[in-house]
């Protein structure tokens, strides 16, 4: 499998999915929605995707002596490389925001979302969608990507409106927290979003294990 991942990173990737890894530095924009550098990381792994499919990608590693699944698994653990490493980079961003820049006026002023674990969280989610929606949607046809895609966009930026929107909320305040405050609430939300992705993303794996057994190449 590291042999296949090896593959992905060297041959079917495009050099925007590596590139786009630098929106995380979004994070650290005041006045913007921040969680915007999450989908952009997402955009650059659908780069790949559109580079594999014009190059007959999913074809030529099914030649390969592997098996079907492993074509599919290939594809999830190169996203999941990605995301991941865009995940490490925007929570490093993010502690810097919680410790050296927590009193910094610019954010403190800011009304959008502020960088802390609730928006981890949300950045987790986000990227599981990316892998149930599109990844698994891409292995109903391993051809067609523009309708999922679409469908992503739509349902990521609902989700970045409501998370921008949530702290908004009586109640919800904590949501928005500085620096270190309400620190068990945002700890348990970077937890529910991390079970979260775990979990969409293996199901996705699983639901796209399934259907791509079921083509004819």
Avoid at 25 to 43: D, E, H, Q
């Amino acid at each position: 499998m590291s042999a296949l991942l090896k593959k992905e990173m060297r041959l079917s990737a495009s050099i925007l999915s590596y590139l786009f890894i630098l929106f995380a530095f979004m994070t650290l924009l005041p006045g913007y929605p921040i969680l915007c550098g999450a989908f952009f990381i997402t955009l650059g792994l659908f780069q790949s995707f559109q580079s594999a499919r014009e190059a007959n990608d999913i074809v030529y590693t099914a030649l390969l002596p592997v098996a079907k699944h492993d074509v599919v698994k290939g594809k999830f653990l190169f996203c999941v490389f990605i995301e991941l490493t865009g995940f490490v980079l925007m929570a490093a961003l993010t502690l810097v925001r919680m410790t050296l820049l927590s009193n910094a006026m610019v954010y403190r002023q800011n009304a959008l979302m502020n960088a802390n674990p609730f928006f981890l969280a949300v950045v987790l989610l986000i990227f599981g969608l990316f892998n149930w929606i599109f990844v698994g949607g891409f292995f109903k046809t391993a051809y067609k990507f523009a309708r999922p895609f679409v469908t992503y966009i739509i349902v990521c930026f609902l989700v970045i409106g409501v998370a921008e929107a949530l702290h908004h909320v009586p109640g919800l305040e904590a949501l928005n927290a500085f620096g270190f405050e309400q620190l068990a609430l945002q700890l348990a939300a970077l937890l529910g979003g991390m079970l979260a992705c775990g979990l969409i993303t293996f199901a996705s794996y699983k639901t796209a294990c399934a259907r791509f057994e079921k083509i004819d190449l």
